[in-house]
């Protein structure tokens, strides 16, 4: 593994015993090393460490970051750890932090104000943040500089250190702070405590190689590396023989699966060895238009167990926006795809993301993403204002497009978006659908779940009913759920 080591940072009372620093310049030169296999282990003398202790882990960000905690969880518990319910009453507390946009950074920094005087109170509890933050440079300096109660920082490539880099740090009083600038090995059979018992997250991939102009990931996250088929597929055998009902496949850009293993094997491959496994229900995300085949089409479309939702990120649907983006596909060729997917995958739904006020996009531009919004009339859509993320190739880029007119932008898209979405919802009032209710809903007296193209309903239902996948009446749609019946 290329790592560069600094040993023996001092400052005042703390000591960075040793320090990785992430570097961006490097992160676009991918490493060359062959990617290998290897298997999580923990010491038998560090599954002690946690006797009598608790944790609470604060998730930021999106569901690749869900699992990572999910994993956190799981090795702290192998280490006698206990989870508390809540953060002051914890003895040690991580923030697992997100950094696709600035108001993502900025929760994390009024948080680490709140730990700060928790560990003014109670100056033995341990505290640390991990996740993609943590793999930014000027973060890690930041902390170094301002955030000196911290005990801990870690990364997204070495969770499975945990256990040694937490001894480290509860036994040396020293901040450590671990963070590998590159990517290492794949590491299999690291424990995971998902929160839920019907549904599971599976990893194929980590990290990506797309390098969109305005995206932190490829450096927060690594270059692009495909866990082996088999693991995977064992994964999803365990899963369905612990009574698991659904699996979503996680990857920054699913459909590029397996272009780097060394096997002539992709992801229309995946999908159809998954789908064999028979577990009920199978989603995946992210997909880029740019890598879905139509291998993948025809797969999607022939198993029961492929579940009928695409989120396939437009980001813009001005040419020439996509192009200063780096996203390799047209409005036209985005189009084509859409529609391909709309007309060959029985009812399936589709659903996108969409970044407004990019660095020089004008009014023209803004329409010709409106143009795409109204012809493919998504099911829903998750829209954010361009946030410049340091180091990225956009952030460079001139920007002279008042944040007004960019929230202006952002308000009319999504009027446009929900409109949209509640016509796609009322097509469903009076059908029949199937739900696997996954627990309690907010809405008092009801069950909640998720049919097979993601939309959420609320179902009245006895308890004993959780975990299974039922039939259910729509009676009730609104834009962002619907209301429901079992039905036999
Ligand atoms: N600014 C705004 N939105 C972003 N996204 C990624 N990077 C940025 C950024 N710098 C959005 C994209 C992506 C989603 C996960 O977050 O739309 O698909
Ligand atoms: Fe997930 Fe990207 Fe945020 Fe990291 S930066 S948590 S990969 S959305």
């Known amino acids: 593994m290329n790592k560069q080591i600094n040993y023996g940072i001092i400052f005042k009372g703390k000591e960075v015993i040793y320090m990785l620093i992430p570097e961006r310049e490097k992160a676009k030169i991918r490493s060359k090393n062959k990617v290998l296999t290897k298997e999580y282990k923990i010491d038998d003398e560090l599954k002690e460490l946690g006797l009598g202790k608790t944790y609470f882990i604060k998730t930021y960000g999106c569901q690749m970051n869900v699992h990572d905690s999910e994993n956190i969880k799981a090795i702290l518990e192998e280490m006698s750890f206990k989870e508390a319910l809540v953060m002051e009453e914890a003895d040690l507390i991580l923030l697992n932090t997100c950094a696709i946009r600035e108001n993502a950074h900025n929760k994390v920094f009024g948080m680490l104000g709140r730990i700060k005087h928790l560990k003014e109170e109670r100056p033995n509890v341990i505290a640390g943040i991990c996740g993609c933050m943590a793999q930014e440079e000027g973060v890690v300096s930041l902390i170094l500089e301002k955030y000196k109660f911290l005990d801990l920082v870690f990364g997204t490539h070495n969770i499975h250190e945990l256990p040694l880099i937490l001894e480290k740090a509860i036994n040396s009083k020293k901040m450590e702070v671990q963070v590998y600038s590159c990517e290492g090995d794949i590491i299999e059979n690291i424990p995971a405590k998902r929160d839920s018992k019907y549904k599971a997250f599976v990893n194929i991939m980590y990290g990506c190689d797309k390098f969109c102009t305005y995206c932190i990931v490829p450096?927060?996250?690594?270059?692009?590396?495909?866990?082996?088929?088999?693991?995977?597929?064992?994964?999803?055998?365990?899963?369905?023989?612990?009574?698991?009902?659904?699996?979503?496949?996680?990857?920054?850009?699913?459909?590029?699966?397996?272009?780097?293993?060394?096997?002539?094997?992709?992801?229309?491959?995946?999908?159809?060895?998954?789908?064999?496994?028979?577990?009920?229900?199978?989603?995946?995300?992210?997909?880029?238009?740019?890598?879905?085949?139509?291998?993948?089409?025809?797969?999607?479309?022939?198993?029961?167990?492929?579940?009928?939702?695409?989120?396939?990120?437009?980001?813009?649907?001005?040419?020439?926006?996509?192009?200063?983006?780096?996203?390799?596909?047209?409005?036209?060729?985005?189009?084509?795809?859409?529609?391909?997917?709309?007309?060959?995958?029985?009812?399936?739904?589709?659903?996108?993301?969409?970044?407004?006020?990019?660095?020089?996009?004008?009014?023209?531009?803004?329409?010709?993403?409106l143009d795409v919004v109204n012809e493919c009339k998504y099911d829903s859509a998750f829209t954010f204002i361009f946030s410049p993320r340091e180091g990225t190739p956009a952030s460079k880029m001139k920007d002279d497009i008042p944040l007004e007119v960019k929230e202006k932008r952002l308000y009319k898209l999504n009027d446009i978006i929900n409109k949209y979405a509640l016509e796609a919802n009322q097509k469903y009032m009076g059908k029949i659908v199937k739900v696997l209710l996954e627990g309690e809903s907010s809405k008092g007296g009801l069950l909640m779940g998720y049919t097979d193209t993601m939309k959420l309903i609320n179902v009245k239902a006895s308890k004993d009913k959780v975990g299974e996948i039922v039939n259910v009446k729509i009676t009730n749609v609104q834009s962002f759920s619907m209301d429901g019946e079992i039905v036999e």
Do not use: C
């Open 219 to 369: 450096y927060t996250r690594g270059k692009q590396r495909s866990r082996n088929p088999k693991d995977i597929i064992r994964e999803i055998e365990k899963l369905k023989e612990a009574g698991y009902k659904e699996v979503t496949l996680l990857g920054q850009n699913v459909n590029a699966y397996g272009k780097d293993l060394d096997i002539n094997y992709d992801m229309s491959n995946l999908l159809t060895d998954v789908a064999s496994t028979g577990i009920s229900r199978i989603f995946f995300v992210t997909s880029h238009p740019w890598d879905f085949t139509d291998e993948m089409i025809e797969v999607i479309s022939k198993y029961d167990n492929i579940m009928p939702y695409i989120h396939l990120p437009l980001q813009s649907g001005s040419n020439r926006i996509l192009k200063l983006m780096g996203r390799r596909y047209t409005k036209e060729s985005y189009l084509e795809l859409f529609h391909k997917i709309k007309d060959k995958i029985k009812n399936v739904s589709v659903t996108t993301d969409i970044i407004v006020g990019f660095p020089g996009e004008t009014d023209d531009d803004f329409n010709d993403t």
